[in-house]
Nanobody, 119 residues
Framework: QVQLVESGGGLVQPGGSLRLSCAASRIIFSIYTMGWYRQAPGKQRELVAAITTNGSTNYADSVKGRFTISRDNAKNTVSLQMNSLKPEDTAVYYC?????????????WGQGTQVTVSS
């Protein structure tokens, strides 16, 4: 019931920054939670950051102070500003959404965007 498209991934040096963006196919105030997960090769997918309709945020301990999640309701997007990137941040990053509805609330996933942090 919602399609998510990520962009902004790429190759960056340690200490650098990237900004990821996720565009949703519906107005995001109808989405209870939007967030970012990541999955490195051979590892489980893990929560990076999430934001609810009222602006509450949640971050993984490993990214607190470095990453910031935000939303732009006018553009139906959620973004992840990633600063002070480390090699261990290398992963495929996935946009996630849970809808404000009882039937088929999700989760829904984007196709993923690769982030590589390397010298």
């Amino acid at each position: 019931q919602v399609q998510l498209v990520e962009s902004g991934g790429g190759l960056v040096q340690p200490g650098g920054s990237l900004r990821l963006s996720c565009a949703a196919s519906r107005i995001i105030f109808s989405i209870y939670t939007m967030g970012w997960y990541r999955q490195a090769p051979g590892k489980q997918r893990e929560l990076v950051a999430a934001i609810t309709t009222n602006g509450s945020t949640n971050y993984a301990d490993s990214v607190k102070g470095r990453f910031t999640i935000s939303r732009d309701n006018a553009k139906n997007t959620v973004s992840l500003q990633m600063n002070s990137l480390k090699p261990e941040d290398t992963a495929v990053y996935y946009c996630n959404a849970r809808l404000i509805q009882s039937i088929s609330p999700g989760p829904y996933w984007g196709q993923g965007t690769q982030v590589t942090v390397s010298s």
